[in-house]
């Protein structure tokens, strides 16, 4: 037997039970519902921007790009919780860990298998909502894509699958941590609401008590919209965004977005793209942040389960 | 890697402490147990007494607080998996995926024991046989009994052809014809020169198939080895019972029975008398065996539940 082989024994149970599962289904189904949802949500800004002639082909795709940047900024995790909280502690609720353990099996074959299982099915679950949602959302909203677009809106996947995997490294340390997969999820979600939604507030609260108000500009209806703020204005929020942004360091729902909308970033005064290479080397500290959640919690996973002893 | 003596299980001075935040528990504490090869081996005991952290260790499931154990000469903390891979262990505690069918279960489980696809396809369908769960072998687990479920547990104990089969509490949920498939199963195995580790409290109900047995008692050894070895100090202790077999026309031999020196207690029952006596009568008996014509002379041995009573000095607890 190989090196690997029980771990791949391990990977192709978990792929086929979890694509016989209505849950991971759900998820992908529910991604492409958020994915239209957004796209008709957008749409009379698009047409706005279109009315007022602002902004090009780009800036409309821009558009796209964010909704979709949402949506799996919500689902990504969700698809990482859904897979990792259950990993190993449902194992044990079920009894099945013991029948499993009982064979001449590493435990780290087990967790192998488990990450092998959750990469293609987080990639698969990923691309699959993609490349349903995109077109269709293209088509809806009537927008004229390029094949540049379809790439970038495609290599989404790559972050996407890097968020998903951050937070199933983090269900799955809960899960091998837990004596009950309930507890293992309870945890997990109470992780991914903090940085989905509470830490942007407490990094805005924070900024807003280190800052103070923005200060105050006089209304100038001449000023026609979209041409710039003031200087003092601009720098306000730029001390404001640096503040959020250090703040949301350790986010890895805000290390995504970041990443994500690098692959969108335009030249400047331009429709242009910026090359990828020159864009992502900008954001290096976003793979870093995500990299480290995987790699810290995947191997705190290891060491807990290799020491953990089945008593029940 | 079998040690000069042939135990197939030897564990020394085995301790296992289970602590947490309300204080620590001494599962075993000091167990000293040697299995000998091709016997079909008691571990009994009251729930509580350590069978299944014993079992646990043996298998790698669990580490010992310290001690020794070694299995078919391998050592249980450093060499587990090689254990794992010639011992067949039916655990208390464990469960199916539900979803997948009894021979989708039988071959993911094959598969991490290491046999290659061919001899799954030929051994599945013969563990099932034996099980008596070949017409439900592309059924989902879901819908099974627990009996079916208990089968199904000894079928993928079977699936690697063992070495040794440990086997805990194994008639938990199993009807009296489950019971007694599983008997004539694991008396078959023995046969094969294989060797069984049968742990349970249920002693009158699979206690009786054992020929060897350790009793246990809050984590510690209270006696091993034979029947026969354990039931001498039992019969010195309680006397020695015997069972005659006799064609009618009895009177003389009763009253002549009665006579023996040493003898407590003589009756009969449809054509069998029963001796009790304080000493071993067995020569005198076989004496007026021949002279009467007894059919058949049967010195009888205490039940392991006798002797796991007369051991710790009580019951169960």
Redesign the interface.
Known sequence: MGVMEKALIVARKEIAENLKSIRYWAIIGLFVLLYIASTYAIGFAVRGFRGLAIGGRARTVLQLSNQVVNALTYIAPLLGIALGFGAIAAEREKGTIRLVLARPIYRDDLINGKLIAAVALIVLAIALSTALAVPLAVAMQNVNVTSEDFTRLALLVLPATLLALAFYALSLFASVYAGRSSHALVVSLVLWIFFTFILPIIAAFIAFQILGPPPAIPFNATRPFGQGLPRQLQEYFTRYNQVVSSIQLVSPTARFSSLASALFALRPQSDVYEELATALARRWIDVAVLATYIAVFLIASYIVFLRRQETR | MMGMAEYVIETENLVKV?RDRSGEVRALDGVTVRVPKGVLFGLFGPNGSGKTSLI?IL?????PTSGSARVLGYDCVRES??I??R?G?L?E????????TARENLE??G????LPAQELKRRIPEVLELVGLREWADAKVKGFSRGMTQRL?LA?ALLKDPELLILDEPTLGLDPQGTAMFKKLVEQFVKLGKTVLISTHLLHEIGHVCTHAALLRKGKVIAQGSLEELAKAYREAKGYSYELAVAGGAEELLRELKGVNGVTYVGLENDLIKVRAGRDIGGELAELAAKYRIRSLVPLAPSWDELYQFYQGGGWE
């Open positions: 289970y646990s298998v790698g499931l669990q580490l998996i090689e794992r891979r011992v262990l655990p505690n464990y469960g199916f995926y539900e979803y997948m993911y489980l598969k991490l024991d290491g547990a993928q």
